[in-house]
């Protein structure tokens, strides 16, 4: 099991840019893709952007494919998101995840381990 902590959310102007943390700690960190995914109250859960076992490969859902960047750092456990050019649509509580593979994937099934969510909020 993967214990994960995000940080780095708060308020921030549209046009604006926020970074994102993901502190993990447990099993083998960099074996495993992680993941970013958010969810708004009373909505499903949303993918956002995905990373492989070892940074090479990245996927992003199409509605934030040029402003947002997601990296890793295996030596320090920790998967960040650089968002830029921030939009009210993407107020959300953003949750970090591991997946239970290697390769890159988009559907909260293939994730087994979730932190518990940092808040993101963009005003207009």
């Known amino acids: 099991q993967v214990q994960l902590v995000e940080s780095g959310g708060g308020l921030v102007q549209a046009g604006g840019s926020l970074r994102l943390s993901c502190a993990a700690s447990?099993?083998?960190?960099?074996?495993?893709?992680m993941g970013w995914f958010r969810q708004v109250p009373g909505k499903v859960r949303e993918f956002v952007a995905a990373?492989?076992?070892?940074?090479?490969?990245?996927y992003y859902a199409d509605t934030v494919k040029g402003r947002f960047t997601i990296s890793r750092d295996n030596a320090k456990n920790t998967m960040y998101l650089q968002m830029n050019s921030l939009k009210p649509e993407d107020a959300a509580v953003y949750l970090c995840?591991?997946?239970?593979?290697?390769?890159?994937?988009?559907?909260?099934?293939?994730?087994?381990?979730w932190g518990q969510g940092t808040q993101v909020t963009v005003s207009s």
């Open positions: 447990g099993r083998a960190f960099s074996s495993y893709a």
């Open positions: 990373i492989s076992w070892n940074g090479g490969s990245t």
């Open positions: 995840a591991c997946a239970t593979g290697r390769l890159l994937r988009d559907s909260t099934r293939d994730y087994g381990d």
